[in-house]
């Protein structure tokens, strides 16, 4: 139950909407009543979750937070047991709390419901400590690329990004609903700013992170507290299967991104499995083929070639899991040799209502030059000359000839994820991968969560 240094420890706040701070009041009110009413709540028989003093601890609750000894729970405390005098009692003996100490508590309505909530908080406290390092190394690379909270994602950000590319928030396994406007809960939000912002699509804070501030921590009190008022601060573990496929093309190997694609794998499936064990994560690598691979991995040899991308889309249906949710995350270099049978393949991601999001390393360096031969004088891999070429034999293309290059990589490699009925993110910033590559799948895990309210 130790605290990470790095990380704040959680803090208890005063439960909003209960009718007035530590004493509050069971009755949510006609606002929230009826919202209770509309979602049914999370925890049966819990009553509320309110801030008291160790002198007022009341008897049958369960402690979410407060009584820490140098920043860690008492071992007495670690599974979140119902409070009883004679607990009450060793716990003031053994650590002399002050009667004035402040403590989160949750109410029952029966000794049967505390029990089953026991169980079930401490389940959601594991995947909040399990959340935290990942939402340590997001708020480092905010800070690393001058990400603002206020400001939106990493992936809409024209410092990081061709944020006028960026296709978002379509999905084929469930439907959006534009018309709330309450943030989508967020492994990140509570942590830092506005990982995940609204649900309208703008991309800026929330209500939510407004009320949190930047760096604030999510407590447990705190999600708990707003689950009962039909709230999610913490998305849902649903069942996810997440397909995440690298192009080693022999274009990739250029610039670094082959090895930005495996660092930001890693982390995937390092860190979002542990916040979220529902998730599952299935790791490709493709080129000429397509070979499945375990994740995390280390560096190893790849054998770069073609980029067709057709059989990765079959691989992936081929691996589709029944009874869950199926997203394919991919991230690549450009427009891939067999195109319109990729565009055909595409198709049906849409048609097996697999969610989709492609991530596109762009530079426009790669398409300012052009080479004069004749077939066959130079070897040719992945549409690029894989051997010296004499200076004299190249040439730089005009601003407007670039352009145009650029646009036609963009217009068709759109064409893909339109026909995926998917997602898009064109990166620029090829370090920044593995924040994005969190935030896509933070943004569709909190996403799915209101969807499946």
């Not at 509309?38 to 003093?53: A, I, L």
């Not at 869950?324 to 450009?334: Q, W």
């Amino acid at each position: 139950m130790k605290r990470d240094r790095e990380i704040r420890p959680w803090t208890p706040r005063t439960i909003p909407g209960t009718g007035g701070g530590a004493t509050g009041n069971s009755d949510p009110g006609p606002v929230d009543r009826g919202r209770w009413q509309n979602n049914p709540r999370p925890f049966s028989g819990v009553e509320q979750v309110r801030t008291v003093t160790w002198g007022g601890l009341p008897l049958g609750s369960v402690i979410l937070d407060g009584p820490t000894v140098g920043g860690v729970l008492p071992e007495e405390l670690a599974r979140f047991p119902i409070i009883d005098r004679r607990l009450r009692a060793h716990l003031q003996n053994r650590y002399h709390f002050r009667q004035d100490r402040l403590i989160t508590v949750a109410t029952a309505t029966d000794p049967e419901s505390a029990e089953r909530f026991a169980r079930e908080v401490g389940s959601l406290d594991r995947r909040l400590r399990n959340a935290e390092p990942l939402a340590r190394e997001v708020m480092q690379d905010y800070e690393r690329f001058g990400v603002e909270g206020a400001a939106g994602p990493a992936f809409a950000q024209p410092a990081l990004t061709e944020s006028s590319r960026l296709v978002r928030d379509q999905y084929n396994s469930f439907v959006v609903n534009r018309a709330r406007t309450e943030p989508a809960p967020s492994l990140l939000a509570g942590f830092w700013g506005a990982a995940a912002g609204a649900v309208d699509g703008s991309g800026r804070a929330g209500p939510a992170f407004a009320a949190h501030g930047p760096s604030a921590d999510i407590s447990l009190g705190n999600v708990v507290s707003n689950l009962l008022e039909g709230r999610l601060l913490f998305p849902a573990d649903t069942p996810v299967t997440l397909h995440l496929a690298l192009d080693v093309s022999y274009s990739m190997k250029t610039r670094g991104r082959i090895e930005h694609g495996i660092t930001a794998a890693n982390r995937i499936a390092k860190r979002i499995p542990a916040a979220m064990p529902n998730t599952r994560v299935r790791g490709y690598h493709f080129s000429d083929t397509v070979r499945h691979i375990a994740l995390p991995r280390g560096r190893g040899a790849v054998e770069a070639q073609g980029t067709k991308q057709a059989q990765l889309f079959r691989a992936v249906l081929k691996r589709q899991e029944a009874g869950r949710h199926n997203c394919l995350v991919l991230i690549t270099d450009g427009e891939p040799e067999d195109y319109a049978e990729t565009l055909r393949t595409a198709e049906k991601l849409h048609d097996a209502g697999l969610d989709y999001a492609q991530v596109l390393l762009h530079t426009d360096s790669d398409l300012e030059h052009e080479v004069t031969s004749v077939v066959g004088e130079f070897r040719v891999r992945d549409n690029m000359i894989a051997e010296e070429v004499p200076d004299e034999r190249i040439n730089r293309l005009t601003e407007e000839q670039v352009k145009q290059n650029v646009e036609t990589r963009f217009e068709r490699f759109t064409h893909i994820a339109e026909a995926a009925g998917g997602n898009q993110v064109v990166l620029t910033e090829f370090s920044a991968l593995g924040l994005i590559t969190v935030e896509l799948y933070d943004r569709y895990a909190g996403l799915l969560s209101l969807a499946e309210r």
